[in-house]
C-alpha cells in the first residue's frame, strides 16, 4: 500500500510540473513570410483574392492535385469561400485534409483577411491575411500571415508551427511572384493580358480639362498640382497612385478628367470636385511602356471585349503606378488600364 501511494504522489507530482511547463508556453502562434514582386498591387491582389486563381500558384496543389475544390460566395472580397477535401488516404504525407477557407475583409489592394478552418485530420482554426504595399521601385511587397491558438495539451507544438507552415508559405510566396510577373506585359509589343476584375468603389478629387492629345501630360500636371495642392491645404494624403479618366478620344483631342484617390472623402471648391471612381465589373490590363505608345493596348482590351461579348458601359480610365520623377526609363512605365463593363 505504501508504495502504491509513492507511485500515485510521483504521479501527481509529474501531471503537476507537467501542467506548469504548459502553462509557460505560449497559447498562441504567428507564422509569417515576405516577398516582392515586379507586378502592381492590383496584379497580386487579383491573384490572391480571388480563390480560383489560387490553383496557378498555391503550395498545396501539387501536393494533392486531385483534391476536390469547390467555390461560394462572391468571386473576391469579404465572403468568398473555398472549401476542399483531400483524394489521397490519410497516412499519405502529402495529403491536406479537409477544410475551408473564407474572406472575411479586403482593404482594396492593400490587404485581404481569411478564416481557415480545418475539419480533417483534426478539427482547427486560423485566422490570417496579405499585406501589400509599394517599395520604391514600383514592385509589390508581400507579407503573408497565419495566427491561432493553441489548446492548452497542444502548446508544445506552438514551437514547431513556424517550421511545419513557413516552408509552404515559402513556397507559395516564390509561385505567386513567378505567376503574377508573368502576368505583367514587358512592353508595347509584347501580347498582352486582359482580365475580368472586381473594383471597388473610392472617393477622389476631381479636375476636368479639355485638350489636344499632345497636351494632355502638361494639363494632367497642371491639373494634379492644384489637386494635391487642395490636399495638403486639409492635411489629407492621396490613398494610391494617381489616374485619368478618358471621357472622348477622337485621337487629336481628348476631355481628360484627373483623380487623386483618397481614404476618405473630402469636400472640394469651385475648380475641384469630391466624387466616387466607378464600382463594378471590369476589364483590366497592366502595360509597362511609354505613355505615347498605350493606344495599343486600350485597342488589346477593345478586341477582348468584342471576342467575348463583353460591353463597354462607360469611359476608361487609366491608373499610372509608376512615377516618372523615379523611373528615368519611359520602357518601363506602368499603366493599368480599366474599361468598366456590365
Known amino acids: 500500500m505504501k508504495v502504491l501511494k509513492i507511485i500515485l504522489g510521483i504521479v501527481a507530482l509529474v501531471v503537476v510540473l507537467g501542467a506548469v511547463y504548459l502553462m509557460t508556453l505560449p497559447d498562441t502562434y504567428r507564422v509569417e513570410r515576405s516577398i516582392t514582386i515586379n507586378a502592381s498591387g492590383e496584379v497580386v491582389m487579383s491573384s490572391i483574392a480571388n480563390f480560383k486563381e489560387w490553383e496557378n500558384w498555391s503550395p498545396w496543389k501539387a501536393k494533392d492535385p486531385e483534391a476536390k475544390y469547390t467555390y461560394e460566395g462572391p468571386e473576391m472580397g469579404e465572403g468568398a469561400k473555398m472549401s476542399w477535401v483531400t483524394s489521397l488516404p490519410p497516412d499519405n504525407e502529402s495529403q491536406i485534409g479537409e477544410g475551408s477557407m473564407t474572406v472575411t475583409g479586403q482593404n482594396g489592394n492593400e490587404s485581404v483577411n481569411y478564416d481557415l478552418a480545418f475539419i480533417k485530420p483534426w478539427e482547427m482554426g486560423s485566422k490570417g491575411g496579405f499585406n501589400l504595399s509599394a517599395d520604391e521601385g514600383g514592385n509589390t511587397v508581400v507579407n503573408w500571415w497565419d495566427e491561432g491558438g493553441l489548446p492548452f495539451l497542444m502548446r508544445p507544438m506552438g514551437s514547431q508551427m513556424d ?12 509561385k505567386l511572384k513567378a505567376y503574377c510577373e508573368s502576368k505583367k506585359p514587358e512592353g508595347p509589343s509584347n501580347d ?20 489636344t492629345v499632345e497636351m494632355i501630360s502638361e494639363s494632367l500636371g497642371k491639373m494634379y498640382g492644384a489637386i494635391m495642392g487642395h490636399c ?28 487623386i484617390p483618397l481614404a476618405e472623402a473630402i469636400k472640394g471648391t469651385d475648380a475641384i470636385e469630391s466624387k466616387t471612381l466607378y464600382a463594378g465589373n471590369a476589364l483590366k490590363l497592366v502595360y509597362m511602356g511609354p505613355y505615347d505608345q498605350g493606344e495599343v493596348a486600350h485597342n488589346a482590351v477593345a478586341d477582348y471585349a468584342e471576342a467575348n461579348g463583353k460591353e463597354i458601359v462607360g469611359p476608361p480610365w487609366e491608373v499610372y503606378v509608376t512615377d516618372p520623377g523615379n523611373e528615368p526609363d519611359p520602357n518601363k512605365y506602368i499603366t493599368e488600364i480599366y474599361y468598366p463593363i456590365n
Open 232 to 259: 495638403g491645404e486639409n492635411q489629407v494624403e492621396s490613398a494610391g497612385a494617381p489616374f485619368a479618366i478618358y471621357h472622348s478620344w477622337d485621337g487629336k483631342a481628348t476631355r481628360v478628367e484627373a483623380g
Open 163 to 174: 517550421a511545419w507552415i513557413g516552408p509552404d508559405f515559402e513556397e507559395g510566396l516564390a
Open 192 to 211: 498582352f493580358v486582359v482580365e475580368e476584375v472586381v473594383v471597388e468603389a473610392i472617393p477622389y478629387l476631381s479636375m476636368t480639362d479639355s485638350c
